[in-house]
């Protein structure tokens, strides 16, 4: 019967297998193959390669990297003509269903259920938007509520309109973005709502975004009430105080068709977890080692599924090094440390290091900082000691640092923190 | 949908909730020619989709009642349809938790009526015995109610009136009945989708039966509605309770509490809340509730975690006592005494889904006094729904694959929902073709996502494989359009 059941299946072996052919799967199967890997393969649901970058239209994609300001698409090519060259093997409209024992993925497609085994896995999933009902705004549930990014799949993807007078509530990267591409199509873009004294996305989409368009911005306000019993009406919005409770008397009826969530994003880990992967409960993402790695040995983690990246510059120097380390598995781990997020920090990636060497740090801090200075304690003596131009939670931090082997010998954690000086 | 002779009818039922659903699947036994009309643009629309979907034992209702006998006889034939018409249940059975001494009193009178209702099963447990079941609650005592259960009431009433149609049942979906009048033995019907003729009329338009009745006579009653809020769990927390958890009922409005129910799918539903209002079509959720819920919950369960939920809803009960007086009112099923062949249901509140198939068959005995019932010799039973992809085995699966590949193509990946069970829903034999009717019927977009991925290969699939234009895509009523045109009709190159 086993025997069977077997036959039923397409078995596979590879030595990488990457789940998400998005940017950071792309990156990390690209570097993978640059690092000696042969036998890569990269399966994704949909049925083209790119990911999400398939439907950013805009540009400003692989400026730090190439220098050059690219669009989602030629980004993506980018990555997609040098994995082709290198005869990475896609499997698209392939979904996988779990991460069994022994890095066997059980996948599916038109053609069949399929087992591969792989010697070394990275997660490459990405993210998901977070919902109206991620913030519980009450009301009606009528139709023309969408996240941005699924607004953005609509328009981009297939051409459909998905409104008329369009309200934006949290001005993230994709509000924003959305907010011009709406105006560009003949949309009335009435407002961005933001319930954060300043903006989430990057400083330089508000102003190619909305500023130059006149889109208004309206901080310190958030969307009270959804009201239509078919299509969308009208949303109710109210400006709000220190603790985010509404203002009586703020409330104001704006009349619309259409309600744009830029929410935020949450990564994509429910493989990760019915995997045996430890989730860090701040970033959502696995808990990884400097190299990438999971606290599953042989399965990587990398990308919006890891944590959430303002930009994709900065997700592909991470990825890479996943795709990297992954075929390096046989690390000699001198050590376990656990870096500690300290004073001001909110999380910091990686979490644990074992292994000594350079290495890439990324964080995200509590709150906006005016003159931050970022340390790094070991044993109750600073280690490093950066001056930072500015922080704010909206942008991540990255550093560079070499860890000694005396350090990782010396104690059982390190610990990252910031102070406003 | 109906040809344009096909105007008289036997009997014409005004709702297809889960009450003329039932009454439509029920007649539909009988050589009868038959009509739904339905306002919505799939049935379910209303109070039949938003409750807790829970099969009641039948210890709630005074011994006697309507509400009792109703419930209790549902109760009994529930398995037996379940099997029959293919949509799941699960006898999770019910523990109502008393926190103290005081509150056991009450459990101790509901066992009492429970055993006059000829309940069997019933058990008063000791909180440290409902811990070893239920680990995260904690409570003094429960009574235990082994014969209550969970279905998931939108796939119930689906099930009924798509058998329905198989028997050649009419559903009219988003017709809406805008006058009666009775003329010697026939009814007129005006429809803002034609004018039909019937013998009988069955008044089953939940909410607003009194509108109906009011269209032929003064009616002698009035409906008081009353919103209940949910919230919906995601799906990891599952494992936070096996049966269903419910208060002490509170005295007042005559409901059960905010309960937690598991559901078949593997969410867990917090509500209902208990709010009178006076717009009967007034669905909207309230932060204010939502806050209630979630702290009503924490009574029962502490551990219960902040954003937990997934999505909310609300239904509307049809109460026709107010608030003032208490709330209880038994159901009234009956034929007009002013209007002979008007047939109306007034009042099924709950337990009115666990009622449902035993009213059924009340309407259909008075429905046999008019009209002498022959039974169809070629009654046919479709099975709503065998088990999902996701649940059959792997050798199923490829087998499945192997014969049609639009089962290897996941749509919705929350649920891993395939191309084939979205195709399989947006053809189902009512016609109904919404995002909803796709979501109620294989659950593509019910999960954490709450559509995010698969919305766009679903409105490809409604395009491209049913060539609806893009402007006539709709999200779950008539009105409810999703898009506006095309940003430009030729792909560039």
């Known amino acids: ?421 | 949908m109906i040809h344009r002779q096909m105007k008289n009818f036997h009997i014409a039922i005004i709702g297809g909730g889960v009450i003329g659903s039932a009454i439509a699947w029920e007649l539909s036994k009988y050589k009868l020619n038959i009509v739904v009309f339905e306002k919505s643009s799939d049935v379910a629309s209303g109070t039949s989709k938003a409750n807790s979907g829970v099969i009641h034992s039948g210890i709630n209702s005074p011994t006697g009642s309507l509400k009792a006998r109703f419930c209790i006889e549902g109760n009994k034939i529930f398995q037996n349809l379940s099997d029959k018409l293919g949509f799941q249940l699960k006898w999770v059975g019910k523990y109502i938790v008393a926190k103290n001494k005081e509150e056991s009193k009450e459990i101790v009178k509901l066992k009492r009526v429970g055993i006059n209702n000829g309940i069997s099963g019933l058990e008063i447990i000791d909180g440290k015995d409902v811990k070893s079941k239920e680990p995260n609650i904690s409570c003094y005592k429960a009574l235990w109610v082994p014969t209550a259960g969970i279905i998931l009431p939108y796939s119930f009433t689906i099930s009924l009136a798509e058998n329905a149609v198989e028997n050649n049942v009419n559903f009219m979906l988003e017709t809406e009945v805008l006058d009666l009048q009775k003329k010697k033995d026939t009814f007129f019907i005006k429809t803002n989708n034609g004018d039909f003729q019937s013998q009988i009329l069955v008044n089953s338009a939940g909410i607003n039966c009194r509108d109906i009745v009011s269209m032929l006579e003064e009616p002698d009653f009035n409906v008081y509605p009353c919103r209940g809020e949910y919230l919906v769990l995601d799906k990891k927390y599952s494992n936070l309770i096996n049966s269903m958890i419910y208060p002490v009922p509170p005295k007042r409005l005559d409901v059960l509490g905010i309960h937690i129910t598991p559901t078949i799918e593997g969410n867990i539903l917090l509500g209902p809340s208990a709010e009178y209002i006076d717009d009967p079509l007034d669905k909207r959720t309230t932060k204010k509730m939502m806050k209630t819920l979630f702290d009503k919950a924490k009574e029962l369960i502490p551990s219960l975690p902040d954003n937990s939920a997934i999505n909310a809803y609300s239904g509307i009960r049809c109460k026709l006592v107010f608030k003032e007086k208490g709330g209880w009112s038994d159901y009234r099923m009956e034929e007009s005494k002013k209007t002979p062949g008007l047939i109306n249901l007034i009042g099924i509140e709950s337990p009115g889904l666990t009622a449902a198939p035993a009213i059924a068959k009340e309407i259909t005995k008075i429905v046999s006094k008019s009209i002498k019932l022959k039974v169809k010799e070629n009654f046919k039973t479709l099975k709503f729904q065998n088990k999902r992809f996701s649940e059959l085995s792997t050798k199923e699966q490829s087998n499945l694959i192997r014969n049609d590949e639009s089962w290897g193509r996941i749509i919705c990946r929350c649920e891993n929902i395939t191309e084939h069970e979205v195709i399989k829903a947006l053809s189902n034999p009512l016609g109904a073709q919404t995002l909803s009717s796709v979501k109620f019927r294989c659950r593509a977009g019910m999960g954490r996502c709450q559509g995010g991925f698969c919305t766009q290969h679903i409105v490809r699939i409604i395009e491209e494989k049913f060539k609806i234009n893009i402007n006539k895509i709709k999200l779950k009523s008539k009105n409810s359009n999703l898009f506006y045109g095309r940003t430009r009709e030729k792909e560039d190159d």
């Open chain 1, 1 to 421: 019967m086993a025997e069977l059941e077997r036959k039923k299946m397409i078995n596979l072996n590879v030595d990488i297998a990457i789940i998400g052919g998005g940017p950071a799967g792309l990156a990390a199967a690209v570097s993978a193959y640059e690092n000696g890997a042969k036998n890569i393969i990269v399966l994704d649901r949909n049925g083209w390669i790119g990911g999400i970058l398939t439907q950013c239209i805009h540009d400003g994609f692989g400026v730090e990297e190439t220098g050059i300001s690219l669009t989602g698409p030629e980004y993506a090519d980018m990555y997609i003509k040098k994995s082709q060259k290198y005869g990475i093997k896609f499997m698209n409209e392939t979904m996988v269903l779990q991460i069994g024992r022994n890095k066997t993925i059980r996948a599916i497609n038109k053609k069949g259920l399929f087992d591969i085994k792989a010697k070394s896995i990275i997660l490459a999933m990405g993210c998901r938007e977070k919902t109206r009902w991620s913030v519980l705004i009450p009301g009606d549930r009528p139709s023309g509520i969408y996240t941005a990014g699924v607004a953005q799949a609509f328009i981009n993807l297939y051409n459909i309109m998905v409104g008329k007078n369009v309200v934006i509530l949290g001005s993230g990267d994709i509000g924003l973005i959305m907010a011009r591409r709406l105006k560009f199509e003949g949309a009335n873009v009435i407002g961005v709502v933001e319930i954060l004294p300043h903006a989430s996305g990057l400083p330089r989409n508000v102003v190619q975004c909305l500023d130059d368009y006149d889109i208004p911005l309206y901080l310190n306000h958030t969307v009270t009430y959804i009201k239509g019993r078919e299509r969308l009406e009208c949303v109710t919005i109210a400006q709000i105080d220190e603790k985010r409770n509404i203002i009586k008397g703020t409330e104001r009826e704006i009349k619309c068709d259409t309600l744009l969530l830029s929410l935020g994003l949450i990564p994509e880990n429910e493989l990760s977890m019915k995997a045996g992967v430890e989730i860090d409960k701040v970033t959502g993402g696995p808990i990884v080692s400097q190299s990438f790695e999971t606290t599953v040995p042989g399965i990587f983690a990398c990308g919006n599924c890891l944590q959430v990246y303002d930009t994709v510059d900065l997700l592909a120097i991470d990825a890479k090094k996943a795709g990297e380390y992954a075929l390096n598995k046989t690390i000699t781990q001198d050590k376990n440390i656990t870096i500690q997020a300290g004073e001001g920090v909110r999380y910091v990636i990686p979490q644990i290091i074992n292994k000594p060497g350079k290495i890439h740090f990324t964080l995200r801090v509590e709150k906006k900082m005016k003159t931050p200075m970022l340390h790094v304690i070991s044993d109750k003596k600073k280690i490093f000691k950066k001056k930072l131009p500015w922080a704010n939670p909206a942008n991540m931090i990255d550093f560079y640092l070499d860890i000694s082997k005396e350090i990782i010998n010396n104690k059982d954690s390190i610990e990252v923190s910031l102070n406003d000086k």
